[in-house]
């Protein structure tokens, strides 16, 4: 595999552990200093209306996770996976946001200010939304934004509930969840994961029902898409057109059920390792990809 290939196939895998017109205005933190250090928390705060003094990888986020946008007063401090101790230690933070297991020891930078965890998949269960929906009330009450975390779920709960009656009378065809990562393969979305539960409340089969994994993820060959029948398709970018075009169009991919069929659509970037957000970006690319009158 060449090695820009290599790269993007491994930055992929290693992404597994996270403002397009979104109900709510993030402003920022006037009683807090707040920096995030990986997406899902990042995600979380923003869902509570607040904007970071400082956030991991920001090339990375505006690649692979998009929305809500960062204004550019938000300052970059380095990978999620190295932060820059000694930048953040300068900015004097008053809270410190990491996701559980992804990232440096907490211990490194508990030192400079209080950090609060989260995680991805709360004991394992393969429940990510019900996750996101326990961490957002956990840094609501810390934070004391208890009522913005409360509207922003009720409104999240709504938007479920529509799409599942839009959805009602839809022919029962599975769904296949994808993202191309390089010529040769892509990422499928499982059992696990946040979109399998968002599938769930809206009343979706999710077409992929082979292996999976703890983040709701796997990466195949390209060629085992073939083994999947009568089923819609819908594949999200992150930056990366120019590999989607080479893929789409091979003679493999043209002969692909779903692309034979007229039922592969490309949508734009959604995060599959987000909370909410992601959650209700989804929702929408749903019920926009799938056209139900």
Do not use: C
Request: hydrophobic fraction near 45%.
């Amino acid at each position: 595999m060449p090695d820009i290939m290599r790269r993007r196939f491994l930055t992929a895998l290693a992404l597994s552990p996270l403002l397009a017109q979104f109900p709510f205005a993030a402003r920022a933190a006037t009683e807090q200093r707040i920096i995030a250090l990986e997406w899902l928390p990042l995600e979380l705060l923003m869902a509570l209306g607040v904007m970071p003094a400082g956030a991991a990888e920001l090339y990375g986020y505006r690649q692979w996770v998009g929305e809500p946008q960062l204004p550019e007063s938000v300052v970059d401090v380095g990978l999620r996976t190295e932060p820059n101790l000694e930048l953040i230690t300068q900015m004097k933070p008053s809270l410190i946001l990491y996701s559980q297991g992804y990232g440096p020891d907490p211990a490194r930078f508990m030192r400079i200010a209080p950090g609060l965890g989260f995680t991805f998949n709360e004991g394992g269960t393969g429940k990510p939304l019900t996750s996101a929906r326990h961490s957002l009330m956990k840094l609501a009450t810390h934070i004391d934004r208890v009522p913005q975390a409360v509207a922003h779920l009720a409104d999240l709960d709504n938007q479920l509930q529509r799409l599942k009656t839009k959805l009602a009378n839809r022919p029962k065809r599975p769904l296949l969840l994808m993202s191309i990562l390089d010529p040769r393969h892509v990422i499928v979305f499982s059992a696990n994961g946040l979109f399998q539960e968002v599938l769930d409340n809206v009343g979706l089969e999710n077409a992929w029902k082979a292996e999976t994994t703890f983040w709701g993820s796997v990466v195949i060959g390209i060629e085992r898409l073939a083994e999947l029948g009568d089923v819609d398709a819908i594949g999200f970018e992150h930056g990366n057109q120019n590999i989607v075009d080479q893929v789409t169009a091979t003679a493999l991919w043209q002969s692909l059920p779903f692309v034979r069929s007229g039922r592969f659509k490309q949508m734009p970037r959604v995060w599959f390792y987000g909370a909410t957000l992601s959650a209700m970006q989804l929702i929408g690319s749903l019920d926009h990809a799938l056209e139900v009158k």
